[in-house]
């Protein structure tokens, strides 16, 4: 098993972590090895937290289905985005060789995000999971190793009409 799943830098506290952050999780204080190649460019992160602010601002003056449906849309324009750019040309097989050759086995993908938050580092996992059919689950890790998978967001069914 070349990924054991992923987690945020709060909930993983050891094994073989890799980041997947544009700065390697170290304004999280995590300074151990990264991909960064699988982290949202500016163009896709920006416009998506701008627009995200901007909704949790105006949250009190939204019904709960204005407010949902408005995040979707916020979330689907940084799925599009962040498949345009990351996904659709990604040879899985190919990243998981280089996974195991540079990183070896075990991995667990890291972000700064909650398991409740919308999250990159889950769109990574349903993307292989649509192209391999292997299954990354969410992860807690505490110091002595055990580990507790967690349930988290899925994206597949966005991801899989993007992919169409």
């Keep these: 098993m070349i990924i054991l799943g992923t987690g945020s830098y709060e909930n993983v506290k050891s094994g ?25 460019r500016l163009v896709t992160y920006l416009p998506y937290a701008e627009k995200y602010e901007e909704l949790v601002k105006a949250r009190s003056t939204l019904s709960r289905e204005e407010y949902d449906a408005q995040r979707k849309k916020i979330e689907d324009e940084y799925i599009l985005s962040f498949y345009e750019m990351r996904l659709k040309d990604l040879d899985v097989f190919e990243l998981l060789s280089l996974f195991e050759e540079k990183f070896g086995e075990k991995i667990i993908l890291l972000c700064h995000e909650e398991i409740w938050e919308f999250c990159h580092r889950r769109l990574i996992a349903d993307y292989i999971e649509l192209r391999t ?26 991801l899989r009409s993007l992919m169409k």
């Design 16 to 40: 073989n972590r890799v980041s997947v952050t544009g700065d390697g999780g170290n304004a999280w204080g995590f300074f151990g090895p990264s991909y960064k190649k699988l982290a949202p």
């Design 133 to 158: 059919g292997i299954y990354i689950p969410e992860v807690a890790v505490d110091e002595e190793g055990h580990v507790k998978k967690l349930n988290p967001i899925r994206y597949k069914n966005r």
